[in-house]
Nanobody, 126 residues
Framework: QVQLVESGGGLVQAGGSLRLSCAAS????????MAWIRQAPGKEREFVAG????????YYADSVKGRFTISRDNAKNTMYLQMNSLKPEDTAVYYC???????????????????WGQGTQVTVSS
């Protein structure tokens, strides 16, 4: 069992930055490929960024490429999402997700995920 807890959300002006964190419980963090998913009001869930177990491979949605950076610190059981040049359309609840993977280099970009965090609200004002 893995528990995921997000933090770092908040209200920021357009053009600003936020850094989200996802802390994972347990001793098997390195067994999981991780990703960030977001959901805006009235919209479907959207893949934002993913990172492999090793942290060497990443993948981004076109809408955030060049602005967001995903990373992980396996020694701290924590994943991060650095968000720069934020836009009002980035406003959403951001979820940390995990899926157990055999491959150390695979990035997961679609459901199903094994575990979800509770989400953290990011609001970008114009």
């Amino acid at each position: 069992q893995v528990q995921l807890v997000e933090s770092g959300g908040g209200l920021v002006q357009a053009g600003g930055s936020l850094r989200l964190s996802c802390a994972a419980s347990g001793r098997t963090f390195t067994s999981y490929a991780m990703a960030w998913i977001r959901q805006a009001p009235g919209k479907e869930r959207e893949f934002v960024a993913g990172i492999s177990r090793s942290g060497l491979n990443t993948y981004y949605a076109d809408s955030v490429k060049g602005r967001f950076t995903i990373s992980r610190d396996n020694a701290k059981n924590t994943m991060y999402l650095q968000m720069n040049s934020l836009k009002p359309e980035d406003t959403a609840v951001y979820y940390c997700v995990a899926r157990r993977e055999v491959s150390a280099i695979k990035v997961v970009t679609t459901d199903p995920y094994d575990y979800w965090g509770q989400g953290t609200q990011v609001t970008v004002s114009s």
